[in-house]
T-cell receptor
Framework: DAGVIQSPRHEVTEMGQEVTLRCKPISGHDYLFWYRQTMMRGLELLIYFNNNVPIDDSGMPEDRFSAKMPNASFSTLKIQPSEPRDSAVYFC??????????FGPGTRLTVT | KQEVTQIPAALSVPEGENLVLNCSFTDSAIYNLQWFRQDPGKGLTSLLLIQSSQREQTSGRLNASLDKSSGRSTLYIAASQPGDSATYLCAVNTGTASKLTFGTGTRLQVTL
């Protein structure tokens, strides 16, 4: 398997623009997670899905952030409008059952 | 709220040394614990997963132990190599068995 796939790998955008990050989980995995990593706050869970259904979005910082999982092989994280403080590395991860989580390579977002 | 602490924050050792990385957590009612490594600018690579019913897990030169009652886990690396240089993160699954709480990591450098 190719592992968790994320795109784009790097995104530079101006404040106020909409940003969409994409993730393809490992085939057969029924959980999908979105994380954000910054120097100040470390790794934080934003939201996770089980069988395409959002289970816990308590980590989503504010209404500017939204996530969808229209099918088992695709998820998006959208920020609208983006702000400089959203600059971070965003990771997607997937797993099945009680087994380990596998992370994608991340998307480095820079908002100027 | 679960809090995860890793000590030391940074460590430099000469090649060939055996070393121990420490992870402590405040809520002992965990489901499992996972150790990761992260190379600079890269995603997280899963190293070991210990279920709450287990005391230790081994993979090659790595051995992870878990003492739930005292809220501690250690990652033992035998015969360290320069290729082991990375940041090591521990993460704890509490409650729902899906939400990982990460420590801040130990940055390891193995010198020649």
């Amino acid at each position: 398997d190719a592992g968790v796939i994320q795109s784009p790998r790097h995104e530079v955008t101006e404040m106020g623009q909409e940003v969409t990050l994409r993730c393809k989980p490992i085939s057969g995995h029924d959980y999908l997670f979105w994380y954000r990593q910054t120097m100040m706050r470390g790794l934080e869970l934003l939201i996770y899905f089980n069988n395409n259904v959002p289970i816990d979005d308590s980590g989503m910082p504010e209404d500017r952030f939204s996530a969808k999982m229209p099918n088992a092989s695709f998820s998006t994280l959208k920020i609208q409008p983006s702000e400089p403080r959203d600059s971070a590395v965003y990771f997607c991860a997937s797993k099945t059952g009680s087994y380990e989580q596998y992370f994608g390579p991340g998307t480095r977002l820079t908002v100027t | 709220k679960q809090e995860v602490t890793q000590i030391p924050a940074a460590l430099s050792v000469p090649e060939g040394e055996n070393l121990v990385l420490n992870c402590s957590f405040t809520d002992s009612a965990i489901y499992n614990l996972q150790w990761f490594r992260q190379d600079p600018g890269k995603g997280l690579t899963s190293l070991l997963l210990i279920q709450s019913s287990q005391r230790e897990q081994t993979s090659g030169r790595l051995n992870a132990s878990l003492d739930k009652s005292s809220g501690r886990s250690t990652l033992y690396i035998a015969a360290s190599q320069p290729g082991d240089s990375a940041t090591y993160l521990c993460a704890v699954n509490t409650g729902t068995a899906s939400k990982l709480t990460f420590g801040t990591g130990t940055r390891l450098q193995v010198t020649l």
